[in-house]
C-alpha cells in the first residue's frame, strides 16, 4: 500500500528526510534533484540552493 503526500518544509528538513522515501526538491518552482534522504543530504545543487555551499549566482536570491 503506497501513499503520496506533499510536504512544503522550509525550516525542518529533518522532518521530511525522516518521513519519505523519495524527496523532490524544488529551487524557484523547478525540480534540481530527486532520490532517497541520503542521495538529497550529498547533493550538490541542493546544498548550494538551501545551504549556500557555492558562490554561483542564482536567480532572485542573489540579488541583493
Known sequence: DRRHV????????????????????LDFGERIAAGTPDAIRNDARVREA??????????????P
Do not use: C, I, N, W
Open 6 to 25: 506533499v510536504l512544503d518544509d522550509h525550516e525542518g528538513e529533518r522532518m521530511v528526510l525522516s518521513l519519505s522515501d523519495t524527496v523532490f526538491v
Open 50 to 63: 538551501y545551504l549556500g555551499d557555492t558562490q554561483l549566482e542564482r536567480g532572485p536570491k542573489a540579488t
